[in-house]
């Protein structure tokens, strides 16, 4: 919905999402300026979404984060946090401790933070997950990608996007 836009003031973001928030059961913040008043205001108005981008953010609060993922449990579904530059195993943590039951979509494309061991966390208590996305997570081999249809057997393998084996080394 607001996905991209860079220029829209935080105060901005929380006052819609303070008007409008109520009925919204998407909503892209892709890149938008996202700070702590936002993601309180995410997390008490916007009570119907099921579909959440938070990709692209640069510093997104991850005091506020625990807040939003304990009020969204049960209800987010799609969770986009791709390329979100300090999103890592804690996040991870959060998820599988606060979403675990309703999560069945997550990007995390991008995300260097994230290693093998958050992923392994994430398998063990998310089950309801049908599509991941890690494409691009410096933090975690190739070889251990290769591994994930293994490790998340729930989901089919072409709903796993990961990095592509290299076969030639350059």
């Given at each position: 919905l607001l996905g991209g836009c860079i220029v829209l003031p935080p105060a901005a973001i929380t006052s819609f999402l303070e008007t409008c928030g109520g009925g919204l059961e998407i909503l892209d913040l892709s890149g938008c300026r996202v700070d702590a008043q936002v993601m309180e205001a995410l997390s008490r108005c916007c009570?119907?979404?099921?579909?959440?981008?938070?990709?692209y953010l640069e510093e997104v609060p991850f005091r506020a984060l625990p807040l939003l993922l304990r009020n969204a449990a049960g209800r987010i579904t799609s969770l986009a946090l791709n390329r979100?530059?300090?999103?890592?195993?804690?996040?991870?943590?959060?998820l599988g401790r606060h979403m675990a039951a309703s999560l069945t979509s997550l990007d995390i494309t991008g995300c260097k933070r994230v290693t093998r061991e958050g992923v392994l966390?994430?398998?063990w208590h998310c089950k309801e997950l049908r599509s991941l996305k890690v494409r691009y997570c410096a933090g975690m081999s190739s070889d251990f990608q290769e591994t994930l249809p293994k490790i998340f057997p729930q989901i089919p393998q072409d709903k796993i996007e990961r990095d592509k084996p290299?076969?030639?080394k350059d």
């Open positions: 009570t119907k979404v099921r579909e959440l981008s938070l990709g979100s530059v300090m999103v890592g195993d804690s996040t991870l943590l959060l966390f994430l398998a290299r076969f030639f």
